[in-house]
Nanobody, 125 residues
Framework: VQLQAYGGGLVQAGGSLRLSCVASGGTFSNYAMGWFRQAPGKEREFVSTMVSWSGSTAYADSVKGRFTVSRDNAKNTVYLQMNSLKPEDTAVYYC???????????????????WGQGTLVTVSS
């Protein structure tokens, strides 16, 4: 499974961005997809996930109500719509795919076997 994330950039606080992650290889609809981020000098942290089949989602408390994850299985793509961005959202954002327990929510990076290269989001104040 190869993942390609894009859509990052520089945005002012209060603005919006939409990240996309395109998967190739395997059957995308069978994957649980996740978004994680890593700010400078900090550990990678969970942002959001959408499981396979049911489409259930979960969010980190810090982004709940501002970010929305979605997927288009026909396009092998998962999205992260980010609204009301804050400077503390500045980070490299990674998409990840999980091929086990795909109908269960997981916030643990260690459970995601495949990772994209990351896309940088910078929010200016």
């Amino acid at each position: 499974v190869q993942l390609q994330a894009y859509g990052g950039g520089l945005v002012q606080a209060g603005g919006s961005l939409r990240l996309s992650c395109v998967a190739s290889g395997g059957t995308f609809s069978n994957y649980a997809m996740g978004w994680f981020r890593q700010a400078p000098g900090k550990e990678r942290e969970f942002v959001s996930t959408m499981v396979s089949w049911s489409g259930s989602t979960a969010y980190a408390d810090s982004v709940k109500g501002r970010f929305t994850v979605s997927r288009d299985n026909a396009k092998n793509t998962v999205y992260l719509q980010m609204n009301s961005l804050k400077p503390e959202d500045t980070a490299v954002y990674y998409c990840a795919a999980r091929t086990s327990r795909v109908t269960v929510i997981s916030r643990r990076a260690a459970e995601y076997a495949y990772w994209g290269q990351g896309t940088l989001v910078t929010v200016s104040s």
